[in-house]
């Protein structure tokens, strides 16, 4: 007799080892094609391509303003306009992901706030340290400086007749008392009143950056994005919701890595190849070994015995491409040392790989998006334009 209830069990079994080879990860519309929109009427969809385009450039001229009374305090020399566009101290975005419904549109940008970084560098360097807010070292310092200074005060009145001495050599003066008394209190005043001015100015440039510092937080608030929310529904005719994403690293994103390397290269066009070296420095690749199904779970068992992982953790251990494999940047066009373009320069930098964990090492099947891009990777397409003429910028970011 054949037990039905053994056969049933077993049938199941296969089809759930089935069910997980063949599990598959479908990625969002958006990231196909950047727009996911149905719309009735075919000529509705004439103006989105228009309408995207503005509403992108307004959004990263709102996220590059800036105070000019401000930055020319800080800066000697004027800074031009052209110059201004080709900085590197701006805030990067990204072209936006949209999501269009009935009655509403999702906008995703993905940001990369340099300028914050920027300012923070340079009060860390030379401000916080002279500046220091916190109360217990601040007590400890000036303990130490009163001693010190008794200490510097019993050397020098040892050593007052022959300091006398010298500067009266140096203006020729009789050695009088009140000469000598007079000439060492204008000596005192002065360079009191040089270490002064000079402790003012960097207060001042402290006060100018923590206001900097101040102006680009104020962007993100829900006060001033109010007014951009406005202009956008608008455009649109409906109603808006956008959605910020801060970036830790500039390479986490395609566009905003070959932005920033199009900024350099207009800028200058000679140092294409340490431009090139100096960003596969930067980036940093994450290299995962791939163990089979048993190992990996004895490994997580492990880790669950000895620390209690918190929701937060779990969730974000089951995310897909969070960590960077591989990146790959193509840069042609005009880009010669000359100032005569006789022929266009192709340059390749490359670091890890752009393969699909799912599909070459798992053994699962992948998904394909727009012709032969797979699913894993970030692909993104820039011009711009140099004094001998154009160049083109091509980069892909693979994330597994």
Known sequence: MLDLFKLKNEKKKNLSIKEKKSSKHFPSSIREWNNSIYVFNKNALR????????????????LNLYNKKIERLIRTKR???????????KIYVSNGEFKHTNGKV????????????????????????TFNLYK???????????????????????????????????????????????????????????????????????????????????KFNYIYLVHLKKYLEKLYNKNLEINLVNIKRFYLNSDILAESLTIKLT????????????LKKKIKIRKRMYLSKSMLSNLRLKKNLKNNISLKHFVFEKLKYKNITGFRLETKGRLTRRYTASRSVFKVKHKGNLLNSDSSFKGLSSVLLKGNLRSNVQFSKLNSKTRIGSFGIKGWVSGN
Do not use: A
């Open 47 to 62: 103006t989105i391509p228009s309408i995207t385009k503005s509403s992108n450039d307004f959004i990263k001229s709102y």
């Open 79 to 89: 800074l031009l306009l052209r110059l201004r566009r080709l900085s590197s101290n």
């Open 106 to 129: 999702l906008i995703t940008l993905y940001l990369f706030n340099r300028q914050k970084h920027n300012y923070l560098l340079i009060l860390k360097k030379s401000y916080f340290k």
């Open 136 to 218: 217990k070292k601040l007590k400890k310092r000036l303990k130490l400086i009163k001693y010190k200074s008794l200490n510097y005060l019993k050397k020098i009145n040892k050593n007052i007749p022959i300091i006398l001495k010298i500067l009266n050599e140096k203006n020729n003066l009789r050695n009088t008392k009140i000469n000598n008394f007079k000439y060492l209190y204008l000596y005192i005043s002065k360079f009191y009143t040089k270490l002064g001015i000079k402790t003012l100015r960097k207060l001042k440039l402290y006060i100018y950056y923590k206001q900097l510092l101040l102006i680009n937080k104020t």
């Open 267 to 278: 800028r200058n066009r000679r140092k294409i190849l340490r431009y090139l070296n100096n």
